[in-house]
Structure formats: structure tokens, C-alpha cells
T-cell receptor, first 114, second 111 residues
Framework: DTAVSQTPKYLVTQMGNDKSIKCEQN?????MYWYKQDSKKFLKIMFS???????INETVPNRFSPKSPDKAHLNLHINSLELGDSAVYFC?????????????FGAGTRLSVL | EDQVTQSPEALRLQEGESSSLNCSYT??????LFWYRQDPGKGPEFLFT???AGEEKEKERLKATLTKKESFLHITAPKPEDSATYLC????????????FGAGTRLAVHP
């Protein structure tokens, strides 16, 4: 039973389209995150929600909008996709938002924008 | 700005040849130092977390240590199945548990 699951695993789309990625965790955690891993494999935080409240919002284009319907789910919607959005997007969760808490990652969504 | 730097970028070992990976970090405000393993096409898998200088943790052939400015991941007598990218990350005070990742070390262990 996967602890942090993301869908879809692969997403291929055209420039200008709008797409969503979904994430669910069954660990009972309060805090969830979105990270982006670029072609050089660097992982960078994008957003974090704690119990449906946005607590981290890094310098990310406002075409990216996270939504958390409940504390077990965190979705990422991307408008007007650009070539530079091609990357692997990872969802993660931790028990709470305390600094130093262990984060558990999903398997990633590989987004290719053509 | 909080930073995490890993070295070497890539490491090739023969099976059984022990070595260490390095992770240096911004000194101020470390709240946790994390090691993850990432296999191709997969998400980072948690290995260890260290919270204070002098702390050590072990799991099979891996041992992680922490000093006041860096962490080491020691690999003893590695096997081919230890081949992966090893990521180091730090959580710093005031960051709401935002992990700052290093670029990773790609480890290849050959039989």
C-alpha cells in the first residue's frame, strides 16, 4: 500500500495547455509538499501545506497553483504550460510542520511539455 | 542563504571498496540533516536524519555522521545494489521544514 501516491506518473502535453497533478498520502500526516526536480536532478521546494493552510510559497510563477482539499490530498494545477516546466514533480509529506521532521516522497510525475 | 553542497558529484567504486560521500552545509540554524537514496525513475527514499554534531546512525553498509559543518555517508564494502544517487538535505530554522537539497552524488558500484 503506497504511502505517498501521485497521479499521473507521466504527463506529455503541448505548450499552452493546463494540467493538474494529484497527490494523496495515507500516513495520517498533517503537512504536504511539492518539489520540482529539473534536468540536472536538483530538487527544489515549491509549496507546502499544513492541514490545508499554505505555509511555504517559494518564488514560483503564479501559473502554478496548489490546492489542498483536505490534509491527505495536495494537488498542483499548472496553467499555460511552457517548455521550461518540463521536469519531475515530487509530492512529499511529513507528520507536522516542525523543522527537522522526516519527509516521505512519492514516486514523482514526469512532465514533458512539447 | 542556506546552502547544502555535496561532493563528489559522481563516484565509481569496485565492489567491496569502502568510501565516503560528503555533504557540507550553512552553519547557522540547522534543524536536521537528511540523507536520501534515489534510484532512477523513483522518488527519494529516506535513509537517515541527524540532529546534532557527533550523532551517528547506521543501516546495513551505510553509516551517517554529523559534525558542526558537514555530514558524511560512509559506505562499507559496497555491493552493486548500492548504486544510486545519494541526496543530502538540510532543514534550517525559520524554514517551516523546507528541505534544501544538495545536487547529489551518483554512486556506481561495479562487480
Amino acid at each position: 500500500d503506497t504511502a505517498v501516491s501521485q497521479t499521473p506518473k507521466y504527463l506529455v502535453t503541448q505548450m499552452g495547455n493546463d494540467k493538474s497533478i494529484k497527490c494523496e498520502q495515507n500516513l495520517g500526516h498533517d503537512t504536504m509538499y511539492w518539489y520540482k526536480q529539473d534536468s540536472k536532478k536538483f530538487l527544489k521546494i515549491m509549496f507546502s501545506y499544513n492541514n490545508k493552510e499554505l505555509i511555504i510559497n517559494e518564488t514560483v510563477p503564479n501559473r502554478f497553483s496548489p490546492k489542498s482539499p483536505d490534509k491527505a490530498h495536495l494537488n498542483l494545477h499548472i496553467n499555460s504550460l511552457e517548455l521550461g516546466d518540463s521536469a519531475v514533480y515530487f509530492c512529499a509529506s511529513s507528520q507536522d510542520r516542525r523543522e527537522g521532521g522526516i519527509q516521505y516522497f512519492g514516486a514523482g510525475t514526469r512532465l514533458s511539455v512539447l | 542563504e542556506d546552502q547544502v553542497t555535496q561532493s563528489p558529484e559522481a563516484l565509481r567504486l569496485q565492489e567491496g571498496e569502502s568510501s565516503s560521500l560528503n555533504c557540507s552545509y550553512t552553519v547557522s540554524g540547522l534543524r536536521g540533516l537528511f540523507w536520501y537514496r534515489q534510484d532512477p525513475g523513483k522518488g527519494p527514499e529516506f535513509l537517515f536524519t541527524l540532529y546534532s554534531a557527533g550523532e551517528e546512525k547506521e543501516k546495513e553498509r551505510l553509516k551517517a555522521t554529523l559534525t558542526k559543518k558537514e555530514s558524511f555517508l560512509h559506505i562499507t564494502a559496497p555491493k552493486p545494489e548500492d548504486s544510486a544517487t545519494y541526496l543530502c538535505a538540510g532543514a534550517f530554522s525559520g524554514g517551516y521544514n523546507k528541505l534544501i537539497f544538495g545536487a547529489g552524488t551518483r554512486l556506481a558500484v561495479h562487480p
